[in-house]
């Protein structure tokens, strides 16, 4: 399991929107979780760390891994 912490999500659309572009990382086999009071992902698979993170920033917020 890969975690994830991420920063500027204010909201459920942000949350949502934070999962719906970890699930598109190829590798990722499952979101676990995106919890916003945390401020974290968790996905499970075997994608590159570092597409994780791009793709959450594409989505417009900031993350990395750990």
Do not use: F, W
Request: with cysteine; glycine share 10%.
């Amino acid at each position: 399991m890969i975690r994830l912490k991420i920063a500027g999500m204010s909201c459920s659309h942000c949350s949502n929107a934070v999962s719906e572009a970890l699930a598109q990382v190829p590798g990722v086999t499952n979101v676990v979780t995106v919890d916003l009071e945390r401020g974290e992902a968790r996905v499970e698979g075997t994608p590159d760390p570092a597409a994780l993170v791009a793709a959450v920033q594409d989505a417009g917020y900031e993350a990395e891994i750990g």
